[in-house]
């Protein structure tokens, strides 16, 4: 079903109350209501109604987007009244973690600006949650559970967290077999800062998913991903690494995922951007552009891993 088609559809379903209603005032099925609501559900990753037998009222993220797609659908209409204004032009700014930046975003962001030649765009790659109001950014790309309330979220997938060793350093140093193994080892931090670091590790080997904590002092404390998993490539060391970080060294035997009993839950990626005005229509176009890419992108880093046979389970 067309985005924009389901958009008006969900907002005929907030304007006239229930789904039956909003059926009836389009002239469309019921059938065809409900799939437009779970089309944008789906897309979201996240609820736009709650309802039951009798009752029917917008969630939290259902009254932004009704914000949202009702300028959307008017600045649309303006456009096609006025195609000269629906021209884009302007500046966006994006922020983005560095590795996943360099490797997934910018890809995405020279193909839209290649399709509008009169937008600018300053991309900042930071490891760091960026204050979007504060750093004069539009829309930032964050790994993390979902952000605070007042934000828009969309989900784009998930990526897994894994703790990875070259086989020559396994070879010299054998495998841990347990989290707690890993005191015994050289272990590569990749966050900024000395002294300790906790890392996470959920055990399911007991049936039950239950999280262990492991404090250790790594050997050597990097401020680079990419750095981190050089250093594990030359057999230096224990690295813990995101999936698509790593899914082409794992496939081509590089590197070995350690402890998959033992890894933790996957951390979500999300788009997020505080409520879109009615004149940026360039962060707009943005947001349509880069979600189905990113998908796509994480999507397939999905099915390779799973296809490397390192599942969850």
């Not at 973690?97 to 937008?119: C, Q």
Request: aromatic share 4%.
């Amino acid at each position: 079903m067309d985005r924009l088609d389901a958009m008006a559809i969900f907002l005929a379903v907030v304007d006239q109350g229930s789904l039956a209603a909003a059926a009836r005032a389009l002239g469309r099925s019921p059938a065809t209501v409900t799939r437009a609501i779970a089309t944008l559900e789906g897309r979201l990753g996240e609820r736009l109604l709650h309802r039951n037998a009798r009752t029917l009222r917008l969630t939290a993220g259902g009254e932004r987007h009704a914000a949202i797609y009702r300028s959307v659908l008017a600045e649309l209409d303006q456009a096609e009244r006025n195609p000269e204004a629906g021209r884009l032009e302007g500046m966006i700014g994006i922020t983005a973690p560095e590795l996943f930046g360099r490797l997934k975003v910018m890809p995405v962001l020279e193909r839209f600006l290649a399709g509008h030649p009169t937008v600018r765009a300053r991309l900042l790659l930071l490891n760091r949650v960026v204050n979007l109001i504060d750093e004069g950014v539009d829309v930032a790309v964050r790994l993390a559970p979902l952000p605070e309330s007042g934000i828009v979220a969309v989900r784009l997938g998930e990526v897994r967290k894994l703790t990875c060793a070259a086989p020559s350093y396994l070879e010299r140093c054998g495998a841990p077999e347990q989290p707690a193994a890993l005191a015994r080892h050289v272990c590569i931090g990749a966050e900024e800062g000395g002294g300790r670091e906790l890392w996470r590790f959920t055990d399911r080997l007991a049936g039950r998913a239950r999280t262990v904590p492991v404090a250790l002092e790594p050997r050597i404390v990097l401020n680079s991903a990419g750095v981190a998993i050089d250093t594990a490539l030359r057999g230096s060391g224990i690295c813990r690494v995101l999936s698509y970080q790593v899914v082409d060294h794992l496939a081509a035997g590089r590197l070995v995922a350690l402890l998959p009993g033992f890894e933790p839950e996957p951390t979500p990626v999300h788009l997020v951007f505080h409520p879109v005005p009615r004149r940026n229509a360039v962060l707009r176009a943005f947001i349509d552009h880069a979600t189905p890419l990113l998908r796509a992108e994480l999507a397939a880093i999905s099915s390779r891993m799973a296809a490397l046979g390192a599942s969850l389970e």
